[in-house]
């Protein structure tokens, strides 16, 4: 696996890598040899995760962020060069998600509005504009940002969600663009319904939830994303940037 996807000794900033979907991404890349930063803006999350890796064998520092406050990002670019010398890859994926009240879009809060669209594309922005440069000093890398599924789909009953997405793809199409030239890639995963703790939260049925018009009939597990994650990051997609990469089972065609 290590030699297949050029991972090894790659230098990795996940965000939002306390549990969930970040957590599986940050264990993902250490088992392919990477050497990994773990940010969130919860430091037990942070430090369960660390933990983790370390006792797999992996190499990981934990970094707290707040994703919202540039002052942090540049921390954690900070914290990132001191850790590890530079960075090669940064996954994006830190979000609101599971706390979410869904409801029809005129009766959406808009307090939880606007912290929808801070956290979800202002911290996307935040993070990105202080770690490419590093990216430049080091002759490149891969940035992949973390969207949804529902932004084609056009989920009922969340907007604020489907929209922070929306923006996060059209947000990187720009970047990929700006950045192409310093060669850093920039890309999306668009994931669908996934089993996470959020997820189950949310969902009473989550295990069977949509499976009906899915062609594969079940619903993501954390491994399934992180796959596409991974495949991003790595020199296997040396000449994929700006694209939006779907990983829903198939329901986009149903």
Do not use: C
Not at 39 to 48: F, M, S, T
Not at 81 to 86: I, K, L, P, Y
């Amino acid at each position: 696996m290590v030699s297949e996807l050029g991972l090894d000794g790659k230098r990795v900033v996940v965000t939002g890598a306390a549990g969930g979907l970040g957590r599986a991404f940050a264990e993902a890349f250490a088992r392919a040899g990477a050497r990994v930063l773990v940010a969130d803006i919860n430091p037990d999350g942070i430090a369960e995760t660390v933990a983790r890796i370390v006792a797999a064998g992996g190499t990981a520092q934990g970094a707290t962020l707040d994703v919202t406050s540039s002052d942090s990002a540049a921390a954690l670019a900070r914290a990132a060069e001191q850790a590890m010398g530079g960075v090669d890859v940064l996954v994006n994926n830190a979000a609101l998600f599971g706390a979410l009240h869904r409801a029809p879009f005129m009766e959406l809060d808009e307090a939880e509005w606007d912290r929808v669209l801070d956290v979800n594309v202002k911290g996307v922005w935040q993070v990105s504009r202080a770690i490419a440069p590093l990216m430049q000093a080091a002759g490149g890398g891969s940035i992949v940002n973390i969207a949804s599924a529902t932004v084609f789909s056009g989920s009922p009953h969340w907007m604020h969600y489907v929209a922070s997405k929306g923006a996060v793809i059209a947000m990187s199409r720009v970047m990929a663009k700006e950045l192409g030239p310093d060669n850093i890639r920039v890309n999306v995963i668009a994931p669908g319904f996934t089993l996470t703790e959020a997820s189950y939260a949310q969902i009473e049925n989550a295990k069977t939830y949509g499976v009906d018009r899915a062609a594969l009939k079940r619903n993501a597990e954390v491994e399934d994303i992180a796959g596409g994650v991974l495949y991003l990051a790595s020199p296997l997609s040396g000449f994929m940037t700006g694209q939006t990469l779907v990983i829903d089972g198939g329901k986009q065609f149903i």
